[in-house]
């Protein structure tokens, strides 16, 4: 496949992506297959039929191959926010930019599937998913006093919008009737409605 | 004052208590003079008068002398939730549970503010106070399991109930208003309920 990838397109970019693509792909491979703990670097190089040089030129370590996406993530959520129309109440503005981002989460579900997979099988992993996500609700919350939204509201609205993407995303991994992420997330922020209104 | 206590009670389980009290002032006030990162056991053990077998004896690190109160909070906070009243909804089982768990941070706000700011210059210790906060919600989502209360909705009371206890706390921390812990949260959860319901 990457053989094709490199005739219809020679450019570096081109090249670069499939390189990066390759090795992802090798190391979720590896990481499923044996666990993340006893795959090295060197493996997951040959896997791809790459050297373990160019696998440091895309990532810092094994572990960056499956978090190296959230600052991308960061950057698409918080310009959601930012550029949400005025109107928008802050939990508004942070729903659709979940959404939106779940929209592209869809288009590879197996990719997200295989991901936590590995993340779930992995003490170390699952705590850095964790600290990921809580970033993603501070740089959300950040986004949101940018839009003037003061305390506390920035930072629940960001963390209850998190609350929900999370759920909804182990929901959705796991779902076998074949809701799409965007619905599981709205879903999910309904029941929140419904739950913290209480009796 | 340790020579008091032990005069009045020369029971090993006061002393002990004593013990473990000394040990953690000692290496609060050790924290806060020199930051975390550059106090050893060593000093802490002589601060405290006591030596550093006795300090392993209570804390497996100096870490630990910062997080041993978690596994007694998840202990108080989960049988809260379990035994509230069966008509309670979810979310206010786990409110309440917060509330009365509140009330005891209340006794000792100097405590609270002390270890907050050792926290908080501290990236791994922030990082360990998430995953700690984390653990505490999954908890309190298996102690409402054991209420009957289903998914999403366990998960969603208790990621809601962590998320405002968090805030509350930090704004207790820094309140120059004199509200207490208690009020905080209730304040906090009535803006969650009005952040939640949007536009």
Redesign the interface.
């Given at each position: 496949m990457s053989v094709t990838v490199i005739e219809y397109d020679r450019g570096v970019g081109r090249w670069e992506a499939d390189a990066r693509g390759r090795l992802e792909e090798a190391a979720l491979a590896l990481y499923g297959e044996r666990g993340f703990e006893l795959t090295t670097v060197a493996e997951i190089a040959e896997r791809a039929g790459l050297t373990e040089r160019t696998f440091f030129r895309y990532f810092a370590d094994k572990r960056e191959v499956l978090f190296w996406g959230a600052a991308r993530l960061q950057e698409s959520l918080v310009s959601a926010v930012v550029g949400a129309a005025d109107?928008?109440?802050?939990?508004?503005a942070v729903m659709a930019a979940l959404e939106a981002a779940g929209a592209v989460f869809q288009e590879n579900r197996e990719h997200s599937v295989r991901r936590q997979a590995v993340i779930a099988a992995n003490a170390e992993l699952r705590?850095r998913e964790?600290?990921k996500l809580?970033k993603l609700a501070s740089a959300l919350a950040g986004a949101l006093h940018r839009r003037g939204v003061g305390e506390?509201?920035a930072?629940?609205?960001s963390?209850?919008g998190i609350?929900?993407f999370?759920?909804a995303f182990e929901?959705w991994i796991n779902d076998t009737s074949g809701r799409d992420l965007p619905q599981h997330i709205r879903e999910?922020?309904d029941?929140?409605?419904t739950?913290?209104?209480?009796?």
């Open positions: 109107s928008a109440a802050p939990i508004d705590e964790l600290i809580a506390p509201t930072s629940l609205a963390e209850a609350t929900v999370r759920i929901r999910s922020f029941e929140l409605k739950v913290t209104a209480g009796t």
